[in-house]
T-cell receptor, first 118, second 113 residues
Framework: NAGVTQTPKFQVLKTGQSMTLQCAQDMNHEYMSWYRQDPGMGLRLIHYSVGAGITDQGEVPNGYNVSRSTTEDFPLRLLSAAPSQTSVYFC?????????????????FGQGTRLTVV | AQSVTQLGSHVSVSEGALVLLRCNYSSSVPPYLFWYVQYPNQGLQLLLKYTSAATLVKGINGFEAEFKKSETSFHLTKPSAHMSDAAEYFCAVRTSAGGKLIFGQGTELSVKP
């Protein structure tokens, strides 16, 4: 049971380049989300998904796209990287309480992707 | 909308001293509350959670937190700090089983020998 797996762990991009951050979970969790972590700002929600085929915007969605074609995978795409997107990105997953009856279930986090845009 | 405020971006204690990390939340409905810990270059790990059962919640590594509705607080404590407790701690709130998880700004805990 690997939990939440993020790849790559580190990435350097040039301004304007595109890339996809991968996130996969093997816990059959309905709910998946992406956060970015910046010093002094905690974790801010970028996008989230409550199930395959359903995505929605979080607090800071601009410059990022997501899709959810399977329960297991939730990739985050940067279409044209900017230096302001330099950050550490975390993917998280959990049960979705409304469907499973599990309330208050915690999120499981990946190890993070450290992205630098130059 | 819900929000979380962690008082103090950096807390320093001596080994063996009490650890107190403060968290206040804002929510119009009963919240679910969480404390996560992040060790250097690691992801976030759940310490404990409050889900409207007991107001005093015990977590891993000797940490506990008390939900105080009248003060809208969920402070994290540990009676005796250990060097291995040095990490960043995040308080988070969610208002429903399907709701978004909102984080505080984080508090970095340093433990002096």
């Amino acid at each position: 049971n690997a939990g939440v797996t993020q790849t790559p762990k580190f990435q350097v991009l040039k301004t304007g380049q595109s890339m996809t951050l991968q996130c996969a979970q093997d816990m059959n969790h309905e709910y998946m989300s992406w956060y970015r972590q910046d010093p002094g700002m905690g974790l801010r929600l970028i996008h989230y998904s409550v199930g395959a085929g359903i995505t929605d915007q979080g607090e800071v969605p601009n410059g990022y796209n997501v899709s959810r074609s399977t329960t297991e995978d939730f990739p985050l795409r940067l279409l044209s990287a900017a230096p302001s997107q330099t950050s550490v990105y975390f993917c998280a997953s959990r049960r979705f309480g409304a469907f499973t009856g599990h309330v208050g279930t915690e999120a499981f986090f990946g190890q993070g992707t450290r992205l630098t845009v130059v | 909308a819900q929000s979380v405020t962690q008082l103090g971006s950096h807390v320093s204690v001596s080994e063996g001293a009490l650890v107190l990390l403060r968290c206040n939340y804002s929510s119009s409905v009963p919240p679910y509350l969480f404390w996560y810990v992040q060790y250097p270059n690691q992801g976030l790990q759940l310490l404990l959670k409050y889900t409207s059962a007991a107001t005093l919640v015990k977590g891993i590594n000797g940490f506990e937190a008390e939900f105080k509705k009248s003060e809208t607080s969920f402070h994290l404590t540990k009676p005796s700090a250990h060097m291995s407790d040095a990490a960043e701690y995040f308080c988070a709130v969610r208002t429903s089983a399907g709701g978004k998880l909102i984080f505080g700004q984080g508090t970095e805990l340093s433990v002096k020998p």
